[in-house]
Structures are given as structure tokens and as C-alpha cells.
């Protein structure tokens, strides 16, 4: 029988079919998509649980999870989403852009929780931060204009740098938005978890609170953390200039 027909549960020996399951036991069902393989998001999802657990949703008892993961293909990532909606979940956490994206495709009303995305509202994915309105809520990871911030620390790093290659998916919707800010900012130069606050969303959702009244969560802090022997390793040198700067060097 094919995987995504099965209930998989993180971290323990249980594998129970999809079908039927959160009704007959009175469980509420738990979607989790990823373009991520298993082994990258076990530990996200551990956190996941834990906090969901911390909330008094027990795994087992409450609480069933449905885990799809595609690791990167994302026809197989709109296959699975496809195939999680029609087992009705009573939420859906959605892991990046990609994810959200397939499964908004399939449905307008089961409640989603989306984590590490990426302007959500200039991707036309919900209304507004403060208002996302439909069915989608969640937490954004960083914004676009960040690439820009990437792009001067790199230099500051190492003012020598006349040529900077950038590596991109071009099947995510956020690979062209980062290609304009990061290209402009060489231009100028002149130069060629968050998953806890997830298991949060998912816990108010399933106390009846609809995500269209939930405000998304961006972040508003920056830290600059170094490390200065890894640095070393890589045969490189940190500029003083640079290691004042950072919040947190690790030593």
C-alpha cells in the first residue's frame, strides 16, 4: 500500500491507516506537509508535538497526525496535498511557500497553519498580516528585503569579493523575488523555530478560533551570530568590525 494511504507517527513504532481514523477514536486530525525529507523535519516536528502536547494534545489519545513528505519534488508535494485534503483533517500545518501553495489549491476551508513563508501577502497568499482572512494563518520566517542584508554582510566580510554566485530553486515561488533584491544590491556594490509557535496557531484553531481572525507573525528582530572558528576552518578572517557588531559570537 502506498505511504501517503498510512497515518505516520514521528518517533514512535505506530502506523495507522488514514481512513477513518480521527472519527472512530474522536481524535482531531492533524495534517503536516514539507517539501522536506523524513529525516530533516523529525526534529522540527518533535518540537512540533512536544508543544502540542504541552497544550494537553496527546498523540494517541486527542490527537492523530497525517505526515506527507516530499523531499523537494514538488509534483510529488501537490500529489500529497491533493491526497491530504481529501482525508478531511481538521487542520493543516503547512511547512514553506511550496507547501501552502498545493494545498490552497485543493481547499478554501479546512483551517491551515503555515510556517517559513515568505511574504504571505505579496504572494497574494492571505489579505494582510494583520488580517489574512480565508483559511490561512501561520508565521513568516524573513522578508525579501533580506536578501539585501545577506548580500552586505557578505561583502563586509570580505571587501575583495567581485563576483557572487546565487544558487536558487527556480520551481519556488520565492526564488525570483530574491533574485531581484540580492541582484540589486550587487548592482549598487558594484558587484557581478518557530515550530512551537506553530503547534500555538494549531492549538486556538482547534479551540474554534477561525485563522482569518489570527494575525500572522513576522519577524522584527535580527540577530547577527558568528563564529569565528568555523571561520578559521574555512581558511577565512572576520573582520573585528564585524564580530562587534554580531549579537552573539560563538566561541
Given at each position: 500500500?502506498?505511504?501517503?494511504?498510512?497515518?505516520?507517527?514521528?518517533g514512535?513504532?505506530?502506523?495507522?491507516?488514514?481512513?477513518?481514523?480521527?472519527?472512530?477514536?474522536?481524535?482531531?486530525?492533524?495534517?503536516?506537509?514539507?517539501?522536506?525529507?523524513d529525516k530533516?523535519?523529525m526534529?522540527?516536528?518533535?518540537?512540533?508535538?512536544?508543544?502540542?502536547?504541552?497544550?494537553?494534545?496527546?498523540?494517541?489519545?486527542?490527537?492523530?497526525?497525517?505526515?506527507?513528505?516530499?523531499?523537494?519534488?514538488?509534483?510529488?508535494l501537490?500529489?500529497?496535498a491533493?491526497?491530504?485534503?481529501?482525508?478531511?483533517?481538521?487542520?493543516?500545518?503547512?511547512?514553506?511557500?511550496?507547501?501552502?501553495?498545493?494545498?490552497?489549491?485543493?481547499?478554501?476551508?479546512?483551517?491551515?497553519?503555515?510556517?517559513?513563508?515568505?511574504?504571505?501577502?505579496?504572494?497574494?497568499?492571505?489579505?494582510?498580516?494583520?488580517?489574512?482572512?480565508?483559511?490561512?494563518?501561520?508565521?513568516?520566517?524573513?522578508?525579501?528585503?533580506?536578501?539585501?542584508?545577506?548580500?552586505?554582510?557578505?561583502?563586509?566580510?570580505?571587501?575583495?569579493?567581485?563576483?557572487?554566485?546565487?544558487?536558487?530553486?527556480?520551481?519556488?515561488?520565492?526564488?525570483?523575488?530574491?533574485?531581484?533584491v540580492?541582484?540589486?544590491?550587487?548592482?549598487?556594490?558594484?558587484?557581478?523555530?518557530?515550530?512551537?509557535?506553530?503547534?500555538?496557531?494549531?492549538?486556538k484553531?482547534?479551540?474554534?478560533?477561525?485563522?482569518?481572525?489570527?494575525?500572522?507573525?513576522?519577524?522584527?528582530?535580527?540577530?547577527?551570530?558568528?563564529?569565528?572558528?568555523?571561520?578559521?576552518?574555512?581558511?577565512a578572517?572576520?573582520?573585528?568590525?564585524?564580530?562587534?557588531?554580531?549579537?552573539?559570537?560563538?566561541?
Amino acid at each position: 500500500m502506498r505511504r501517503r494511504e498510512f497515518i505516520v507517527l514521528l518517533g514512535s513504532a505506530a502506523v495507522w491507516p488514514a481512513t477513518g481514523v480521527a472519527q472512530q477514536n474522536n481524535k482531531k486530525l492533524i495534517g503536516f506537509i514539507t517539501g522536506f525529507n523524513d529525516k530533516e523535519v523529525m526534529p522540527l516536528f518533535a518540537t512540533f508535538r512536544a508543544r502540542l502536547q504541552e497544550l494537553g494534545w496527546i498523540e494517541g489519545q486527542n490527537t492523530a497526525f497525517d505526515i506527507r513528505t516530499t523531499s523537494g519534488d514538488y509534483a510529488k508535494l501537490d500529489t500529497e496535498a491533493d491526497s491530504l485534503v481529501a482525508t478531511s483533517p481538521d487542520v493543516i500545518v503547512a511547512q514553506g511557500t511550496a507547501s501552502l501553495t498545493s494545498v490552497r489549491r485543493y481547499t478554501r476551508t479546512i483551517p491551515v497553519v503555515f510556517n517559513q513563508v515568505s511574504d504571505p501577502v505579496g504572494q497574494r497568499l492571505i489579505n494582510s498580516l494583520a488580517r489574512p482572512g480565508g483559511n490561512a494563518t501561520g508565521l513568516t520566517n524573513f522578508e525579501f528585503a533580506s536578501g539585501t542584508k545577506w548580500f552586505e554582510l557578505l561583502t563586509e566580510f570580505d571587501p575583495t569579493i567581485s563576483h557572487v554566485t546565487l544558487i536558487t530553486n527556480p520551481a519556488n515561488e520565492n526564488t525570483a523575488q530574491f533574485v531581484k533584491v540580492i541582484t540589486a544590491a550587487g548592482d549598487a556594490k558594484k558587484v557581478t523555530t518557530m515550530f512551537r509557535r506553530t503547534a500555538e496557531y494549531v492549538d486556538k484553531i482547534l479551540k474554534g478560533t477561525r485563522p482569518a481572525d489570527m494575525p500572522v507573525e513576522h519577524p522584527t528582530i535580527w540577530e547577527l551570530v558568528i563564529n569565528p572558528k568555523t571561520a578559521k576552518a574555512l581558511g577565512a578572517n572576520v573582520p573585528p568590525t564585524l564580530v562587534t557588531r554580531a549579537d552573539v559570537v560563538i566561541e
